[in-house]
């Protein structure tokens, strides 16, 4: 083998030995941050919240609708 090999060989190497080991060397914390965790849950409270009140409404019309209290174009 000669010089130029054993150079191309590391020059090829070195880079993808730190591409593939980079993740292992890299500190994740472990877990999230406080306010960034409190911001997911509210928000997901508040998601929660809407989806309720648009389930209620939806029952509401459907109840309405089934006694034909419904306002139609056609009912004015």
Do not use: C
């Amino acid at each position: 083998m000669s010089g130029l090999q054993a150079v191309l060989i590391v020059a090829i190497a070195l880079p993808a030995l730190a591409v593939a080991l980079w993740p292992l060397g890299r500190r994740r914390p472990d877990r999230a941050p406080a306010a960034f965790a409190r911001a997911d849950y509210d928000r997901r409270l508040e998601l929660d919240e809407e989806k309720t009140a648009l389930y209620r409404a939806l029952r509401e019309l459907e109840f309405d609708h089934e006694a034909g209290q419904y306002i139609g174009m056609n009912n004015r």
